[in-house]
């Protein structure tokens, strides 16, 4: 072992390691399928009021669009890893809604740079309220350390998991 470096797990602790990784795409799984739900039946006032739920894709594809400014469609789909014919979709959708429009590039005429609207950012912020007030009521009972922890873990699978999809 050189200095600076970790020796291989071998054994109870390689054991250990797994069933770590085990329960962690486990309850990742969970997660996923659970946060869904609670957002989707949380929003259902949103939705009775005519404000309407944002799907995660809209909701992120917006956020993108809030924080980064207008862009074009191979730009959002890079940032959001995703292909460009499926943002082209999401933004085809969200346009049709009133929630984002398309304009021509002011640097390259050819170009179409894709915006949120004002009814798309007060979706946005309308939805983003609902979710946060959701896990509020959900994690009331949880220290304030525990909800720090609990984002900062988040946001760092996230990083991570950004990362392992840009190797190649």
Known sequence: MTSGTTP???GAA???SRDALSRIEFEVAQLLRRADRSVARGMRG???GGTGMLDRSAYLLLH????????NVNAAAERLGLDASTVTRQVDSLEKAGH???RRDPQDGRAVLVEA???GLAALEHNRTERKDLYAEVLASWSQL???LLAELLHRLNADLDTFR???
């Open 8 to 10: 291989s797990p071998t």
């Open 117 to 119: 609207t004002d009814s």
């Open 100 to 102: 984002v429009k398309r």
């Open 64 to 71: 993108v669009l809030a924080v980064e400014g207008a862009q």
């Open 46 to 48: 949103a939705v009775a």
């Open 166 to 168: 840009r190797r190649d």
């Open 14 to 16: 390689l054991d250990r």
């Open 146 to 148: 525990d909800r720090s």
